[in-house]
């Protein structure tokens, strides 16, 4: 294979990051700066270079990403090789090593995978037996301790219920003493939740050297995308999996670290070269997205930032036009202005809707934007709304697909035990659960034999007994891996699955939606049957759960203006940004203003969504807010005073002229977008 035209398109920097292949390597890759081209080029140099293709490992946080880089690598090895590097996010790679490796830890191979919703409802399970007398707590917030205890798991392992001499009913105390209970109940569910995938990966090779040494043996190079949003349980993880080869490539950008309140932390990066002594580092600086000016105003605010490696962006695309600082009287105003700017920028630049992006600290910012954009006719997606998988219909057919493949769930079957109804209500539940209880069964076992149940009535009896029946009827169904789409709608006709949830609905455009939901659900288990070389119903199961689990980000897709967050806008780029809502205790938010490390971060979110802009940039902040059902004063963030001065215009919302965002060019916008919807 000849890679030499691949490297030929690599600058000086790119092409020294793929060329070091042996030892640890650290590449600090700047926004936009090509790291993936990077990384996909190097995984082909490894290959060409003569090391076995089972040999290379990639690892990256997200299902696109991963997506992305397979994709490229193809490409590039098409025509030399069938075989394919292994390239996955942490949580599908730990999946693989359990399926194979779960029973020495006492698992079975067919566990479910518990989502959020899951989670709160085993936890409601367990608080019917546990009382506390603070009822006060939220289930929300245990549930986030334990996940933050999990992922922040010390070497030694985790004290599941330390502090016992604090007040009793402590939110702290409450959730440690809840910890264990939780452990236990998902294990005799046979179930993991998205912490266990990483968690109980890391225990695998702490407590089994040999397996340890087995996966060591395989992935004897080693990738790591992201490295800087990586939490201890990565750390560790990738640590011992490297081994003493220490073959080793970490990629990632300390200024683009904006997630240590879900346990990422940025010493992993900042302390590469002294957890892996002799370190290669590669500086990645150019940027191939923005323009000069943006990225002098995102280098002017990031060098503030104490705790961080140097580095600089610059680009050779030119300077282009200067970051915008508008100054609205009031927040109104600010969406008001916001819409219409786009409306006329559009009109006036020849740009579509898909080119803009108004990105805000909180998703509850989005609400004045939405109503503005309404307003004005113009057409907008908002990122991070209600996941698919979390409809009613969904989550119902995915309960009955889990206790088909896990016979164990007993959280799956307690939600469909008795949807459509079958007459086993709550008192007929409880005798089932009591007898499952009393003679060491499963939940599923108990139904079977639920003839045996004294005060269990005939009619809930029959009912009960025809659902292990069924549920086995269909286990064998679904072994044979073919037509599984077309058995899940023969199941759903079996039980008359689209009749109760239409009776559920109190208008028909409410039971279509429904109705679409159902048939939306059975087109994606069809789309993984034709796309999977191996399709199997626990597959199907395991692609829902890390695909709902890991959301891949709505990028522009064709549906107007991207209302989004920080956290969600990153990795994602746009022509045109508004940065809205640029006040202190917004951003930086109130809680981080005192903190050192709070404050950095806060720095960092803005550095992030400055770099997000390719042509131009808006930043937006009002002179007065409402909070609290008040109109109360705001200060300008303490971040604009960090932009240079000579790459910056200010715009003062009381004469918005100033920047031709006269009466007549908004007028001519509105009404050309008004043609536009019209015509379509």
Same mark, same amino acid.
């Given at each position: 294979? $000849?890679?030499?035209?691949?490297?030929?398109?690599?600058?000086?920097?790119?092409?020294?990051?793929?060329?070091?292949?042996?030892?640890?390597?650290?590449?600090?890759?700047?926004?936009?700066?090509?790291?993936?081209?990077?990384?996909?080029?190097?995984?082909?140099?490894?290959?060409?270079?003569?090391?076995?293709?089972?040999?290379?490992?990639?690892?990256?946080?997200?299902?696109?990403?991963?997506? @992305?880089?397979?994709?490229?690598?193809?490409?590039?090895?098409?025509?030399?090789?069938?075989?394919?590097?292994?390239?996955?996010?942490?949580?599908? *790679?730990?999946?693989?090593?359990?399926?194979?490796?779960?029973?020495?830890?006492?698992?079975?191979?067919?566990?479910?995978?518990?989502?959020?919703?899951?989670?709160?409802?085993?936890?409601?399970?367990?608080?019917?037996?546990?009382?506390?007398?603070?009822?006060?707590?939220?289930?929300?917030?245990?549930?986030?301790?334990?996940?933050?205890?999990?992922?922040?798991?010390?070497?030694?392992?985790?004290?599941?219920?330390?502090?016992? %001499?604090?007040?009793?009913?402590?939110?702290?105390?409450?959730?440690?003493?809840?910890?264990?209970?939780?452990?236990?109940?998902?294990?005799?569910?046979?179930?993991? $939740?998205?912490?266990?995938?990483?968690?109980?990966?890391?225990?695998?090779?702490?407590?089994?050297? %040999?397996?340890?040494?087995?996966?060591?043996?395989?992935?004897?190079?080693?990738?790591?995308?992201?490295?800087?949003?990586?939490?201890?349980?990565?750390?560790?993880? !990738?640590?011992?999996?490297?081994? +003493?080869?220490?073959?080793?490539?970490?990629?990632?950008?300390?200024?683009?670290?904006?997630?240590?309140?879900?346990?990422?932390?940025?010493?992993?990066?900042?302390?590469?070269?002294?957890?892996?002594?002799?370190?290669?580092?590669? =500086?990645?600086?150019?940027?191939?997205?923005?323009?000069?000016?943006?990225?002098?105003?995102?280098?002017?605010?990031?060098?503030?930032?104490?705790?961080?490696? +140097?580095?600089?962006?610059?680009?050779? =695309?030119?300077?282009?036009?200067?970051?915008?600082?508008?100054?609205?009287?009031?927040?109104?105003?600010?969406?008001?202005?916001?819409?219409?700017?786009?409306?006329?920028?559009?009109?006036?630049?020849?740009?579509?809707?898909?080119?803009?992006?108004?990105?805000?600290?909180?998703?509850?910012?989005?609400?004045?934007?939405?109503?503005?954009?309404?307003?004005?006719? &113009?057409?907008?997606?908002?990122?991070?709304?209600?996941?698919?998988? @979390?409809?009613? @219909?969904?989550?119902? *057919? &995915?309960?009955?697909?889990?206790?088909?493949?896990?016979?164990?769930?007993?959280?799956? *079957?307690?939600?469909?035990?008795?949807?459509?109804?079958?007459?086993?209500?709550?008192?007929?539940?409880?005798?089932?659960?009591?007898?499952?209880?009393?003679?060491?069964?499963?939940?599923?076992?108990?139904?079977?034999?639920?003839?045996?149940?004294?005060?269990?009535?005939?009619?809930?009896?029959?009912?009960?007994?025809?659902?292990?029946?069924?549920?086995?009827?269909?286990?064998?169904?679904?072994?044979?891996?073919?037509?599984?789409?077309?058995?899940?709608? $023969?199941?759903?006709?079996?039980?008359?699955?689209?009749?109760?949830?239409?009776?559920?609905?109190?208008?028909?455009?409410?039971?279509?939606? =429904?109705?679409?939901?159902?048939?939306?659900?059975?087109?994606?288990?069809?789309?993984? +049957?034709?796309?999977?070389?191996?399709?199997?119903?626990?597959?199907?199961?395991?692609?829902?759960?890390?695909?709902?689990?890991?959301?891949?980000?709505? +990028?522009?897709?064709?549906?107007?203006?991207?209302?989004?967050?920080?956290?969600?806008?990153?990795?994602?780029?746009?022509? &045109?940004?508004?940065?809205?809502?640029?006040?202190?205790?917004?951003?930086?938010?109130?809680?981080?203003?005192?903190?050192?490390?709070?404050?950095? @971060?806060?720095?960092?979110?803005?550095?992030?969504? !400055?770099?997000?802009?390719?042509?131009?940039?808006?930043?937006?902040?009002?002179?007065?807010?409402?909070?609290?059902?008040?109109?109360?004063?705001?200060?300008?963030?303490?971040?604009?005073?960090?932009?240079?001065?000579?790459?910056?215009?200010?715009?003062?919302?009381?004469?918005?002229?100033?920047?031709?965002?006269?009466?007549?060019?908004?007028?001519?916008?509105?009404?050309?977008?008004?043609?536009?919807?019209?015509?379509?």
């Amino acid at each position: 294979m $000849d890679i030499s035209q691949e490297l030929s398109r690599l600058n000086p920097r790119q092409r020294e990051a793929v060329l070091h292949t042996e030892g640890p390597l650290l590449i600090l890759a700047g926004a936009g700066s090509g790291k993936t081209r990077v990384l996909t080029i190097r995984t082909a140099h490894l290959i060409n270079s003569g090391i076995p293709v089972g040999h290379v490992l990639a690892v990256t946080f997200t299902n696109k990403a991963a997506r @992305e880089m397979k994709e490229r690598v193809s490409a590039i090895l098409k025509g030399v090789t069938a075989k394919k590097p292994m390239i996955s996010t942490f949580h599908s *790679l730990c999946l693989n090593i359990l399926r194979k490796e779960i029973e020495r830890l006492g698992y079975r191979r067919d566990f479910t995978i518990y989502d959020t919703s899951d989670q709160l409802s085993l936890m409601r399970n367990i608080l019917t037996e546990v009382k506390f007398a603070d009822k006060s707590f939220k289930i929300e917030a245990v549930m986030e301790r334990i996940s933050k205890s999990k992922n922040h798991m010390p070497a030694g392992g985790n004290k599941a219920c330390a502090g016992q %001499d604090k007040k009793p009913d402590d939110l702290e105390t409450i959730s440690e003493y809840l910890y264990p209970k939780y452990l236990e109940a998902l294990k005799s569910l046979n179930a993991l $939740d998205f912490d266990d995938l990483l968690l109980l990966t890391l225990k695998l090779f702490r407590e089994h050297p %040999d397996v340890l040494e087995k996966y060591r043996e395989r992935f004897r190079y080693i990738m790591v995308d992201e490295y800087q949003d990586t939490n201890r349980v990565q750390y560790d993880f !990738i640590r011992l999996l490297a081994g +003493e080869r220490k073959n080793l490539c970490v990629v990632g950008d300390d200024d683009q670290s904006i997630y240590a309140w879900r346990g990422a932390s940025l010493s992993n990066i900042l302390d590469f070269e002294k957890d892996f002594p002799g370190a290669e580092v590669v =500086r990645l600086e150019q940027n191939y997205r923005s323009f000069g000016n943006i990225l002098k105003a995102a280098n002017g605010v990031i060098k503030n930032n104490k705790t961080r490696m +140097e580095k600089a962006l610059w680009t050779e =695309r030119g300077d282009g036009p200067e970051v915008k600082i508008y100054k609205a009287p009031d927040s109104d105003s600010e969406a008001e202005w916001v819409a219409t700017r786009i409306q006329q920028l559009r009109y006036e630049k020849k740009l579509s809707f898909e080119d803009f992006a108004v990105i805000y600290r909180a998703n509850a910012f989005s609400r004045q934007f939405e109503q503005a954009m309404r307003q004005q006719r &113009v057409p907008y997606a908002v990122v991070g709304g209600m996941s698919y998988f @979390e409809y009613r @219909e969904v989550k119902d *057919l &995915v309960a009955y697909l889990r206790i088909i493949a896990n016979p164990r769930d007993e959280l799956s *079957l307690l939600r469909i035990a008795n949807t459509p109804r079958r007459g086993l209500g709550p008192t007929a539940l409880g005798s089932l659960s009591g007898f499952a209880r009393q003679q060491s069964i499963t939940l599923l076992e108990a139904f079977a034999r639920a003839g045996e149940i004294e005060g269990l009535n005939e009619k809930s009896a029959e009912a009960a007994q025809g659902l292990p029946a069924l549920t086995g009827k269909y286990k064998s169904l679904f072994a044979g891996n073919k037509g599984m789409s077309g058995i899940l709608r $023969d199941f759903s006709t079996e039980i008359s699955y689209r009749d109760h949830i239409c009776g559920l609905c109190k208008t028909p455009d409410a039971a279509r939606q =429904r109705l679409e939901n159902i048939e939306g659900f059975m087109a994606s288990l069809a789309h993984y +049957e034709k796309s999977d070389e191996a399709p199997s119903l626990n597959g199907f199961l395991e692609t829902l759960a890390l695909t709902d689990l890991l959301r891949d980000k709505d +990028e522009k897709n064709g549906n107007g203006v991207t209302l989004i967050s920080f956290h969600s806008a990153k990795g994602l780029e746009f022509p &045109v940004v508004f940065i809205v809502g640029a006040e202190d205790d917004i951003l930086p938010h109130k809680k981080s203003i005192y903190e050192k490390e709070g404050i950095e @971060e806060e720095r960092r979110l803005f550095y992030v969504g !400055i770099t997000r802009a390719m042509k131009e940039l808006y930043i937006c902040h009002a002179g007065h807010r409402a909070r609290y059902g008040k109109n109360a004063p705001c200060n300008p963030s303490r971040f604009l005073d960090e932009l240079p001065e000579e790459v910056i215009k200010r715009i003062d919302g009381m004469d918005d002229s100033s920047d031709g965002l006269d009466e007549e060019s908004a007028a001519k916008a509105f009404f050309a977008n008004m043609k536009d919807m019209l015509g379509k």
